[in-house]
């Protein structure tokens, strides 16, 4: 069982490497990593713990109890059957759970302590000016592993991308998947220097001194350890900048939830304004629209209802535009002050970028201004001393000394040395306030870039803001030419309606004209004739009255239904 497990998860586990492998032809190895060159090292052990949850909760996503990852760079699974890192984390889990059940299954001794702080987590940094691809990162982190003693257990390897430096977080698994013992991690940290110093001294680069005196002393048999004082400021200087960095990260996320909000109460107000002025032209409709067929047909002039009608459509239109310029006005200050923002933290981002650059560059030149005038000064310090040793000779000697002038020859080299040593300072002070110069007009430049950026984005949004307004207005004067068409159209089929009606009307006066003369020969009295003809009249009227009422009002709704079915255009 042993065999097959490890025989199966070793070949995943090349298989992946090869498809992540550059040349996809050969397995990155110790010796092509070293071979590259320019990689330094160094490996942090961060924690133990027994929460692989919690471990992949803070790995996988970004800081501050964040749910995003846009700091993993990729996710890298060991002796494991899935690439999930999810799932990985939670077979991990269930490998420290289920130990003594291993134990049982491989024949192990079941003595011993229950298993506890299964989690081993460590990171591995590269140096600022170095970009390792994935098969190096993860074929160094294989490395570390057999270093370690880990090379059989279950690991996840987590890669960031949130400093200025490469690293690559190790996620593993203290219980072996196989046997269910517990790894002893004694030592881990040396185990970990000396890999590191073998690598610097692979590429032929020596990062770190202070590491290879150490492990010379400890090889020598005495025990060495950093500074404390040294590692509590590299310690505080470490929080304050994960502390930037998470506080960058918050206000990203606060700004984004802001955005978030601003567009849904944005789409809320537009709803809302939207159903109101349904509601109100609705209203509208149903109070104007009586009024105005009882006023045409009270005998009120057609001209005087077209007025009427004309003037609230043109209320209901300024009322639209209103609405319509003030989503504008919103959605470009909104759009307006993202680009600002947008351009604003690129600079932002690009001026702390040249001043990391430029205090590396008075760093490296401190360096080598102490490698290139070290000899000079050696010597100028032991001439100072032989002479300073000469003068202060006594007894005999010193009173031979000055009766020759040896010590007056003694007092002018010494001066002479005195002279040299303000030179040599001289020239270095020369060789700062060079660099400071050019520093300086680095930083002139980038801020006249700075500016011609901005003066280029203010004339963008001009000439975009310009273009908007333009096509608005085109649209805007379609649709005006559009409804006054149809509104031309509507006003002849209503005149259309009502000649119809009156030609009807006349049809009937003249039909009961006619039946009033046939009926006088019939033999019945006049009275009869006038109460027929009253019954008649009145039914006409009764007939041409509700005609012309019906007509003019479905004329009306029809022409208001219209306007108000255009309503605002969702793209103004």
């Not at 592993?145 to 430096?165: I, P, Q, R, Y």
């Not at 000779?393 to 005195?418: M, N, S, Y």
Request: aromatic share 4%; hydrophobic share 35%; proline share 2%.
């Amino acid at each position: 069982m042993r065999e097959i497990f490890c025989s199966l998860v070793s070949c995943q586990t090349r298989s992946r490497l090869l498809a992540d492998s550059s040349t996809g032809s050969k397995l990155w190895s110790w010796s092509r990593l070293i071979g590259r060159g320019g990689l330094a090292m160094v490996p942090r052990i961060t924690s133990k713990g027994g929460s692989f949850k919690g471990a992949g909760s803070y790995f996988l996503h970004d800081l501050g109890r964040a749910r995003t990852s846009e700091r993993v760079a990729f996710t890298f699974t060991v002796n494991m059957l899935t690439d999930d890192p999810e799932k990985a984390l939670k077979v991990m889990a269930w490998t420290a759970k289920h130990s003594s059940e291993l134990k049982a299954t491989s024949g192990q001794k079941m003595t011993g302590r229950k298993a506890e702080h299964p989690v081993y987590n460590y990171a591995l940094a590269w140096a600022p000016d170095q970009s390792p691809n994935r098969s190096e990162m993860t074929a160094f982190g294989l490395k570390s592993l057999e270093v370690l003693g880990l090379s059989e257990h279950e690991a996840l390897f987590v890669a960031h991308n949130d400093t200025d430096h490469t690293h690559l977080h190790v996620i593993a698994n203290r219980v072996h998947p196989v046997t269910g013992l517990m790894a002893k991690m004694s030592k881990d940290q040396l185990h970990l220097s000396r890999l590191a110093q073998s690598y610097e001294e692979g590429v032929g680069r020596i990062d770190c001194h202070q590491r290879v005196v150490n492990n010379q002393k400890r090889d020598r048999g005495q025990w060495t350890k950093a500074d404390p004082e040294e590692r509590l400021g590299a310690t505080v200087a470490y929080r304050q900048r994960r502390a930037a960095r998470i506080e960058a990260q918050r206000r990203a996320g606060a700004l984004a939830e802001q955005r978030r909000r601003i567009e849904q109460i944005r789409q809320d107000i537009a709803c809302s304004v939207r159903t109101d002025f349904d509601r109100a032209s609705a209203r509208d409709d149903c109070r104007e629209s009586p009024r105005l067929v009882q006023r045409q047909v009270l005998g009120l002039t057609e001209e005087h209802a077209r007025e009427r009608v004309a003037a609230r459509r043109a209320r209901k239109e300024e009322d639209r535009r209103t609405l319509i310029d003030a989503k504008r006005a919103e959605r470009w200050r909104h759009y307006e002050a993202e680009r600002w923002q947008s351009l604003n933290d690129k600079q932002t981002e690009r001026c702390e970028g040249l001043h990391e650059i430029q205090a590396d560059a008075r760093t490296r030149l401190e360096h080598r201004l102490t490698e290139k005038y070290a000899c000079a000064e050696a010597a100028i310090e032991r001439r100072t001393s032989v002479l300073r040793c000469g003068l202060g000779t006594r007894g005999l000697r010193g009173v031979v000394d000055r009766a020759i002038g040896k010590h007056a020859t003694f007092a002018r080299q010494l001066l002479l040395q005195k002279h040299a040593r303000t030179n040599l300072e001289a020239q270095k002070e020369r060789e700062r306030e060079a660099l400071r110069m050019r520093q300086a007009t680095q930083r002139e430049a980038q801020r006249q870039r700075q500016e011609a950026e901005r003066q280029r984005l203010a004339k963008r949004l001009c000439d975009v803001k310009d273009r908007q307004d333009t096509a608005f207005e085109e649209r805007e004067q379609a649709r005006a030419t559009k409804l006054a068409g149809e509104a031309r159209l509507v006003h002849e089929q209503a005149k259309d309606k009502v000649a119809g009606g009156q030609r009807r009307v006349a049809c009937a006066q003249g039909t009961a004209v006619a039946t009033e003369g046939r009926s006088r020969g019939d033999g019945r009295t006049d009275a009869a004739h006038s109460a027929d003809r009253a019954l008649l009249a009145s039914a006409i009227k009764r007939e041409q009255t509700a005609k012309v009422a019906t007509a003019r009002a479905t004329v009306a709704r029809s022409a208001e239904h219209k306007v108000k079915a255009k309503g605002p255009e969702p793209g103004d």
